[in-house]
T-cell receptor, first 112, second 110 residues
Framework: EAGVVQSPRYKIIEKKQPVAFWCNPI?????LYWYLQNLGQGPELLIR????????DSQLPKDRFSAERLKGVDSTLKIQPAELGDSAVYLC??????????FGPGTRLTVL | KQEVTQIPAALSVPEGENLVLNCSFT??????LQWFRQDPGKGLTSLLL?????REQTSGRLNASLDKSSGRSTLYIAASQPGDSATYLC?????????FGKGTRLSVIA
């Protein structure tokens, strides 16, 4: 069974540029999460989807961040414009039975 | 607001030792607790999931316990190996999805 797939693995951009991350969850998992992880910290939730509906986006900085999950499968997280402080690892996870979460490898974003 | 604390922040042990990692949480109204492993530059690997009605889970050399009333969980690693070196994170699910601790960075010295 394939795990959670994320791309790209690494991204380097200049500040004020847009950037997008893509996630493909484990097949059959209805719940999808985007997390942000700073160095030396645990992941922090940005947004949670139940199928195609965003049910928890209270931690998403909506002035510059947006996300979508079309057809309740793949998801895209976008930042526009990126700021220096957005440099971090962006993790996608999905969950099925018992809410056990499985994570993708993450996208490491560097904003110059 | 749920807060998760992991102690110690870092731990270095010789190969073969048994060790215990600690996790505490402030709100005992949780649905489950999950232990993860994270290797440098990698994503999180789920190790064990303990549902709120359970007291412990075992997988190979790993045993995790949960005491909801005291807000504590421990991860026991038996006969540690250099390949166990990684950061171990615990996370709890309550009304909101996973709230993570900052992790314990484990180094097992050959």
């Amino acid at each position: 069974e394939a795990g959670v797939v994320q791309s790209p693995r690494y991204k380097i951009i200049e500040k004020k540029q847009p950037v997008a991350f893509w996630c493909n969850p484990i097949s059959g998992h209805n719940t999808l999460y985007w997390y942000l992880q700073n160095l030396g910290q645990g992941p922090e939730l940005l947004i949670r989807y139940e199928n195609e509906e965003a049910v928890d986006d209270s931690q998403l900085p909506k002035d510059r961040f947006s996300a979508e999950r079309l057809k309740g499968v793949d998801s895209t997280l976008k930042i526009q414009p990126a700021e220096l402080g957005d440099s971090a690892v962006y993790l996608c996870a999905s969950s099925g039975q018992y809410n056990e979460q499985f994570f993708g490898p993450g996208t490491r974003l560097t904003v110059l | 607001k749920q807060e998760v604390t992991q102690i110690p922040a870092a731990l270095s042990v010789p190969e073969g030792e048994n060790l215990v990692l600690n996790c505490s949480f402030t709100d005992s109204a949780i649905y489950n607790l999950q232990w993860f492993r994270q290797d440098p530059g990698k994503g999180l690997t789920s190790l064990l999931l303990i549902q709120s009605s359970q007291r412990e889970q075992t997988s190979g050399r790993l045993n995790a316990s949960l005491d909801k009333s005291s807000g504590r969980s421990t991860l026991y690693i038996a006969a540690s190996q250099p390949g166990d070196s990684a950061t171990y994170l615990c996370a709890v699910t309550a009304l909101l999805p996973l709230v993570f601790g900052k992790g314990t960075r484990l180094s097992v010295i050959a």
